[in-house]
Nanobody, 127 residues
Framework: QVQLVESGGGLVQAEDSLRLSCAAS????????MGWFRQAPGKEREVVAA????????SYGDSVKGRFTVSRDNVKNTVYLQMNSLKPEDTAVYYC????????????????????WGQGTQVTVSS
């Protein structure tokens, strides 16, 4: 199985940028479709972005479209989430997740489809 560790969170001001990283170990990352999710206090965990095994297909939650970009480096076994123009409503714990799929060009948006999760990294955006 794969182990996931997120990093890069922190406290920033509105309109700032952050880049989150998700480092995988234990299995080669190219086996997995990957996703980024977030959970704010009192709210359900929601999808932020998803990327296919190959990195050629991506999708985003409506609230982050045009501001966030997901990418992956299968050689470095790392997935990234570039977050620009951050807003206070982006404040949450951000999680990366992985799931095995035979389809290299398919992204997966459903959180219940993911088998492996990192411990999360806190992102706080002040106004």
């Amino acid at each position: 199985q794969v182990q996931l560790v997120e990093s890069g969170g922190g406290l920033v001001q509105a309109e700032d940028s952050l880049r989150l990283s998700c480092a995988a170990s234990g299995r080669t990352l190219s086996t997995y479709a990957m996703g980024w999710f977030r959970q704010a206090p009192g709210k359900e965990r929601e999808v932020v972005a998803a990327i296919s095994r190959s990195g050629t297909s991506t999708s985003y939650g409506d609230s982050v479209k045009g501001r966030f970009t997901v990418s992956r480096d299968n050689v470095k076994n790392t997935v990234y989430l570039q977050m620009n123009s951050l807003k206070p409503e982006d404040t949450a714990v951000y999680y990366c997740a992985a799931t095995v799929t035979i389809f290299s060009g398919v992204y997966i948006l459903e959180k219940n489809a993911y088998s492996y999760w990192g411990q999360g990294t806190q992102v706080t955006v002040s106004s």
